[in-house]
């Protein structure tokens, strides 16, 4: 069996879920379950109604009722003409909606449960469409709603799967069929009592890995807008290009510093079963797309990653020499202002950090100015240069250096992990420093 994942902009109009249902029914023999996303942008209008509903704007919320209305009637109409089974299927919804959203304004309050309830719709709303559109054209589709399948706790807004009775449903009520489109909600599950629960913004993903995983699927797709994860960011590298296979703690590292991929946390059902999750893009079909695994054979430099607006922050005390303790009492400053340090460096007098821009350091220079002499250099770049052996490999490390040309290293790290090596630059060095070294690394 293998799963397939649509994201919202790959639903977010009659075309593309046509594009989706062509997608899908090219690998019928192969079993599949479409898991869907929410059409286009519909859970962030969700959210305005629930904080419209409970901030007692009435008018404004049902407006947005209105439009999502509108989108979705459009498409149905466009996918299936005539259909009165799915247009009463989606009045019915709509009425829930606004009777939940009614409620809401009238006593001004939208729970996390209420609010979980409002933005289940979107899933709800998309599945219902895709079914019928498949089977208007002949497909053996089948609505299962997640709700059924995947049993969670009852933290609304962040719902944990229960895996072992998750699985257990899945496995019940999604066997294997040949010939057969079973389509099912991302995002949503629902408790032991059957109350609604969604699983966190951008769910989806983790609800086809959990799906993949329980079903031992040969492989996830998580299809998208972009043709997969890229050697760099193609806004500032134009020749970056797809990477076909990489590691999961690979990709992992790409994700924290802002590469387009799949969240790593939402993959992990699939990676522990070495199930290979695929990043591919719905527009670009016959692109083969970024292969996620366990473990990769491939070595050297995968992909350069930046981070701009950094802070970088200093303390210098001597009385860190042979001291021990020492870094408790820093760190404890930033974990009592819940400020989170992305790179470390320590000398015997010296320890750097660097966190984001917008956190408000005077606080924090305040708390560690007993510890030592502290200084705040702003402006500055992470460049994270990712792959498996980078660190084992001194020609790598050689080309690195030399690629950086007359542009100042202000830190390094390295040796945290064996598949990166970061950087720290001058903002200003950012484009000319990742174009340099991806020349070096990938060519132009
Ligand atoms: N529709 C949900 C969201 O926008 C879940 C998802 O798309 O993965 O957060
Ligand atoms: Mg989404």
Not at 306 to 325: H, P, W
Not at 362 to 376: A, K, T
């Amino acid at each position: 069996m293998i799963v397939m994942k649509f994201g919202g902009s790959s639903v977010r109009n009659s075309q593309m879920i046509r594009r989706v249902i062509d997608i899908a029914t090219t690998r019928l023999e192969a079993a599949p379950v479409l898991v869907s996303s929410a059409m286009g942008k519909t859970t962030d209008t969700l959210v305005l109604v629930a904080s419209h509903a409970q901030g007692g704007d009435r008018d404004a919320a049902f407006a947005l009722i209105e439009k999502i209305e509108a989108a979705h009637y459009t498409a149905a109409r466009e996918l299936v003409p005539g259909s009165d089974g799915l247009q009463r299927a989606l009045r019915r919804h709509f009425d829930e909606l606004r009777g939940l959203t009614q409620g809401i304004f009238l006593i001004r309050e939208c729970s996390p449960r209420s609010s979980d309830a409002i933005l289940s719709f979107g899933e709800r709303l998309s599945t219902l469409i895709i079914t019928a559109a498949a089977r208007e054209i002949g497909v053996d589709a089948q609505l299962v709603d997640a709700r059924t399948l995947i049993r969670t706790d009852a933290t609304f807004g962040a719902a944990s799967p229960e895996m072992q009775r998750t699985s257990r449903h899945i496995r019940e009520q999604l066997r294997p069929r040949p010939d057969h489109l079973y389509v099912t909600q991302g995002f949503i599950g629902s408790t032991e009592d059957g109350v609604t629960t969604t699983l966190g913004r951008g769910g989806s993903d983790y609800s086809a890995t959990i799906i993949g995983a329980a079903l031992e699927a040969d492989a996830v797709e998580i299809w998208t807008d972009v043709d997969g994860i890229m050697t760099s960011d193609p806004r500032v590298i134009p020749e970056a290009r797809t990477i076909p296979t990489i590691s999961y703690d690979e990709a992992a590292e790409l994700a924290y510093f802002g590469a387009r991929v799949v969240h790593p946390y939402t993959i992990l059902p699939a990676v522990r079963r070495a199930i290979p999750v695929w990043v591919r893009n719905t527009t670009e079909p016959l692109a083969q797309g970024t292969c996620i695994q366990a473990q990769t054979e491939a070595s050297g430099v995968r992909a350069i990653a930046s981070k701009s607006g950094v802070t970088l922050i200093t303390i210098q005390s001597s009385r860190m020499l042979n001291a021990y303790g020492f870094l408790r009492a820093l760190f404890a400053v930033f974990d009592t202002h819940r400020v989170s340090v992305d790179l470390v460096a320590t000398s015997e007098v010296s320890v750097s950090m660097t966190v984001d821009r917008d956190v408000d350091l005077s606080p924090i220079v305040r708390d560690l100015s007993p510890l030592g002499e502290v200084s705040v250099e702003r402006e500055k770049s992470i460049i994270c240069i990712v792959g498996r052996d980078v660190l084992r490999r001194a020609d790598v490390l050689a080309r690195i250096f030399a690629a950086m040309g007359p542009s100042p290293v202000r830190m390094i790290s390295l040796g945290s992990s064996d598949i990166n090596l970061t950087l720290l630059v001058a903002e200003n060095d950012t484009v000319p420093v990742l174009r340099s070294l991806h020349n070096v690394f990938f060519g132009s």
